[in-house]
């Protein structure tokens, strides 16, 4: 019985929500109609600085959509994005780079040769020292590094997190919609990924 009563509850909140969303799209619609041309598209959003209405070409992009009507909230995510993509670091990308390749280059040069003083390991090491074993140490070694890279942009992330929820909010969009519109922006991009993993509730 609870359930049930909660199911409608819930079912009642959304015809309402639903019902409230219709007339205000009324009311728009009357509001507008003696200003617009026929044929003619426009965006019309709300945020905390007011009132935006921009006109839509068919050459319009989500991104330039995104960034024309909610400048603001454009900027911060675009400065949000900078900073996780620039955690790693120069210094960890060059670090990263060097141990993605110094095992074959050991190897190559037999550095490791003087640890491993047996015969049988002399062996073994020689018949490393072979373009196949050099791919295949650079490959994991470029596997750790993206991970690694991964990890800390991931971090990174999570001291964003907050802010940039608060930003959305207060621009009157939800997450959805900021990922929809940043998808295939270059200056988003980072950001936009952990957005699209991020499952987790403001």
Same mark, same amino acid.
Not at 147 to 169: G, N
């Given at each position: 019985?609870?359930?049930?009563?909660? $199911?409608?509850?819930?079912?009642?909140?959304?015809?309402?929500?639903?019902?409230? !969303?219709?007339?205000?799209?009324?009311?728009?619609?009357?509001?507008?109609?003696?200003?617009?041309?026929?044929?003619?598209?426009?965006?019309?959003? !709300?945020? =905390?600085?007011?009132?935006?209405?921009?006109?839509?070409?068919?050459?319009?992009?989500?991104?330039?959509?995104?960034?024309?009507?909610?400048? #603001?909230? $454009?900027?911060?995510?675009? +400065? +949000?994005?900078? %900073?996780?993509?620039?955690?790693?670091?120069?210094?960890?990308?060059?670090? =990263? +780079?060097?141990?993605?390749?110094?095992?074959?280059?050991?190897l190559h040069l037999r550095l490791l040769h003087e640890f491993?003083?047996?015969?049988? =390991?002399?062996?073994?090491?020689?018949?490393?020292? =072979?373009?196949?074993?050099?791919?295949?140490?650079?490959?994991?070694?470029?596997?750790?590094?993206?991970?690694?890279?991964?990890?800390?942009?991931? #971090?990174?992330?999570?001291?964003?997190? %907050?802010?940039?929820?608060?930003?959305?909010?207060?621009?009157?969009?939800? #997450?959805?919609?900021?990922?929809?519109?940043?998808?295939?922006?270059?200056?988003?991009?980072?950001?936009?990924?952990?957005?699209?993993?991020?499952? !987790?509730?403001?």
């Open positions: 019985m609870w359930r049930t009563g909660g $199911y409608t509850g819930l079912r009642m909140g959304l015809v309402s929500d639903e019902h409230e !969303r219709e007339l205000a799209a009324e009311r728009i619609q009357e509001l507008l109609e003696p200003v617009l041309e026929e044929g003619s598209a426009w965006l019309v959003a !709300r945020d =905390a600085d007011g009132v935006v209405a921009t006109p839509v070409d068919e050459e319009d992009s989500p991104r330039s959509r995104l960034q024309r009507l909610h400048p #603001r909230l $454009y900027g911060e995510l675009l +400065a +949000a994005n900078q %900073r996780v993509s620039d955690s790693f670091g120069c210094g960890g990308l060059t670090l =990263a +780079a060097l141990s993605a390749l110094a095992p074959a280059l050991a491993f003083p047996s015969p049988e =390991a002399q062996r073994v090491l020689e018949g490393l020292r =072979a373009w196949w074993a050099y791919a295949l140490l650079t490959l994991i070694g470029i596997t750790v590094w993206v991970k690694l890279s991964d990890w800390v942009e991931a #971090r990174a992330y999570e001291s964003e997190r %907050r802010a940039v929820h608060e930003h959305i909010a207060s621009s009157g969009l939800d #997450r959805s919609e900021v990922i929809a519109w940043a998808e295939g922006d270059g200056g988003l991009e980072t950001l936009n990924k952990f957005l699209k993993r991020d499952v !987790r509730p403001v």
